[in-house]
């Protein structure tokens, strides 16, 4: 069955940077666009990111852009998220996500999560 696997979160400090990475099996990696989506606190999901298939073409929500850098690697089935110029707005719930409707959060499968903080 599909499994997304995210690992790498954790507590920083304002203006440092953590690298999100998901493991991806089950599923045809290579062939299917993939997303990070994150979930503020009291807030809903707000969608962040998306890498296509073939050309790694890429999108962001303006909220991250030029902060964030999403990536694939097709061999290895894993995608990564680099954060950096983090800010306490990016405490969040950070999901990987596959078979998402364009820059939405209505997806079809699903990561567990892993927990960002960016606190002093």
């Known amino acids: 069955q599909v499994q997304l696997v995210e690992s790498g979160g954790g507590l920083v400090q304002p203006g440092g940077s953590l690298r999100l990475s998901c493991a991806a099996s089950g599923f045809a990696f290579s062939t299917t666009w993939m997303h990070w989506v994150r979930q503020l606190p009291g807030n809903g999901r707000e969608w962040i990111s998306t890498?296509?298939?073939?050309?790694?073409?890429?999108d962001y929500a303006d909220s991250v852009k030029g902060r964030f850098t999403i990536s694939r690697d097709n061999a290895a089935s894993t995608l990564t998220l680099q954060m950096n110029g983090l800010k306490p707005d990016d405490t969040a719930l950070y999901y990987c996500?596959?078979?998402?409707?364009?820059?939405?959060?209505?997806?079809?499968?699903w990561g567990q999560g892993t927990q960002v903080t960016v606190s002093s």
């Open positions: 890498i296509a298939t073939h050309n790694g073409a890429t």
């Open positions: 996500a596959a078979n998402c409707n364009w820059r939405s959060t209505e997806c079809d499968y």
